[in-house]
Structures are given as C-alpha cells and as structure tokens.
C-alpha cells in the first residue's frame, strides 16, 4: 500500500540522543544514533522504498520526562520543539510533528502545547509515561489534579496526546531485578504504559473532557486484550465502585483512545484490537529508527485484512484525526 502515514516515529537531538543508548547492544549503537540523527537522507530513503508518504515526528525517550529540574525540562522541550519545527518547515509534504513537553510543570507545558499547535503547526503532543518531578525519585502520573488545566487546554485545542512508554523507577521496579530482558519493549513499557493509561480513565478525565484524545502505541500495550476483565472481574459480587469515572473504563477505551501498530507486527493482535476498538480507531506506525519500516510495511501491506480497513489505518484515520488535508 501506497500513501501509509506513520505517527510514532522519533528522532533525537544532541542533548538527548543518550537516552536511547540503552536500547540496542553496544555494537548497534552507531548505526542507532545515527538513525535517530537523521531526518532527511535515510529516514526518507526508507519511507519511499516502503510507501510512507509522510512521518510524524517525536522526540526520542524518556528524554524531557527524565529531567526533575523544572527549567531544564522547559529548555530541553523547547529546543527540541524549535529544531523539530525548523526540519518540518524543510520537507510539510513528508513529516509533520509531535510537540516534546516539561509537564514536569503544567502550566509551562500547557503553554508550550499552545505555542507549538498555534504557532509552529504541531499536530499534537508525544509524551514518554511519567514525568520525574523535582527529584529522580518523584515519578508523577497525569491523572493527577495538577494537570486539569492542562488537559482542558488539550480538548481546547483538538489536540491529541500520545501517551508513550519509558521504563519505571528502579527503585519502583524490584519485579525485574534479575531479569533486565524483561525491561524496554520486552515487557516493562507496555505494563508502565497500560497502568498510566487506566488511570487516567478512571479518573473521570474523560467525563470532563469527552473530545480528549490519548493514543497508545504497540497495539495498545495489551490493553484490548484485557480491557474487558478490568470491567468484568468478579462481576457476581456488588461492590461500591472505588474510582470517580462515570462508565465501565471500556467506554473510555473505545471512545477516547486511538492505537498504532508501533512495534507490534502481528496480524493476530490487529485484528483483536479491530474486534475491540474499530477499524476507525486504529493508525499505522513502524516504531522507526527502533523498528525497521521495511518490517512494518511489508508485514502491513500483506495483513489478512479488508483494503477497506487497511486503507483507513494506513492513512484516513492519521488524515482525519490529524486534520492533514492528503
């Protein structure tokens, strides 16, 4: 398929291009921050070789949400959001982009969502989980109360939020002690992720602001495969409900979240997130440069589906969420 249109797809800049180094063994390093480096050679070439039309970028993780000290998250999101606006300006027809934001302070990150939706033409923000706050151990959740204002803007605004992973505190995280494979991608981002997420349904987030938007990568870090159970478990007993929202939390799912493909090419688990959320609801991503596009595209473009559904998931539903005009 022709014309695919890709929104988890990331890039570093120098002061934050270490925080990925952690991802690949030593030996792929170079040929990683090399990818995450470049916009307009590789990157291009691998989209035209495999029929992305257009990227839409973010920057690389945990990156802002790692730094506890207020102002140098402020900076740091800033100058990734001015450099990221300057390469779009180079090459609108192919990459658009995602705003990076310190919502280690929400009102300065409600405002730099202003700025880069009304001013620089952002589509919306990425942002890596949890934002360490203050101190590294300080990990805080944007189900918090801090964050109405914020959230409120975002609906304002018609902004979507990508709510990407980034590992748990080790201090948060003895589960895995013993067993680091199980960290990154293997196992910890879609956990952290889904939780994070949860909470934020069952905040009553999404009876406040109804036209709020959260994406979710990965195929939507289990969550279409459980979503049912985390309304349904132990249904025969008649217990008070123990959080604010409104609905069954699958409302919410169905209703205010969209999910890509990112780093999850198997046609089995699409088709359970179809059953689950709809064909309207679901976006291509490959993952680029942590996942190969030649993967996810070929693995896409072959997928048991109707061209119907794969035509919206390759490119109408990014077209319409994202207000793109292709």
Not at 4 to 10: A, D, N, P, T, V
Request: aromatic share 12%; glycine share 6%; hydrophobic share 40%.
């Amino acid at each position: 398929m022709n014309g695919k249109i890709g929104l988890e797809e990331h890039f570093a800049i120098p002061e934050t291009l270490q925080d990925s180094a952690g991802f690949v063994p030593p030996d792929y390093w170079a040929v990683l921050s090399k990818r995450l480096l470049d916009i307009h050679d590789d990157r291009l070439r691998q989209m035209d070789d495999n029929g992305m039309e257009m990227m839409i970028l973010s920057l690389n993780a945990p990156a802002v949400q790692a730094i506890p000290d207020r102002d140098k998250a402020c900076e740091i999101a800033r100058r990734a959001n001015d450099f990221l606006a300057e390469q779009v300006a180079r090459r609108p027809d192919r990459f658009q982009a995602f705003a990076a934001l310190p919502m280690q302070d929400p009102d300065r990150a409600t405002a730099e969502l202003q700025r880069c939706m009304k001013e620089l033409g952002f589509k919306g923000a990425l942002v890596n989980g949890f934002s360490q706050v203050d101190t590294a151990e300080n990990a805080v959740y944007y189900d918090a109360p801090q964050y109405a204002d914020f959230w409120a803007t975002a609906e304002q605004l018609d902004a979507p939020f990508y709510l990407h992973p980034r590992n748990p505190l080790a201090s948060w995280a003895q589960i895995y002690e013993g067993h680091p494979w199980l960290l990154g991608p293997t196992w910890a981002f879609g956990q952290e992720t889904a939780v994070h997420a949860l909470r934020l349904m069952a905040s009553g987030l999404f009876d406040r602001h109804p036209k709020l938007q959260i994406i979710l990568g990965h195929m939507g870090e289990g969550l279409p495969y459980s979503i049912w159970r985390v309304d349904n478990r132990n249904a025969w007993v008649k217990v008070p409900k123990a959080y604010p929202a409104k609905r069954p939390l699958g409302d919410y799912f169905r209703e205010n979240f969209h999910l890509t493909t990112s780093g999850n090419f198997r046609t089995q688990t699409l088709i359970d997130a179809l059953l689950e959320v709809g064909a309207d609801r679901l976006l291509f991503s490959t993952d680029w440069p942590f996942e190969n596009v030649d993967h996810a595209a070929t693995w896409f473009d072959a997928a048991s589906i109707s061209e119907a559904d794969r035509v919206k998931i390759g490119r109408g539903n990014a077209n319409r969420l994202f207000k793109l005009g292709l």
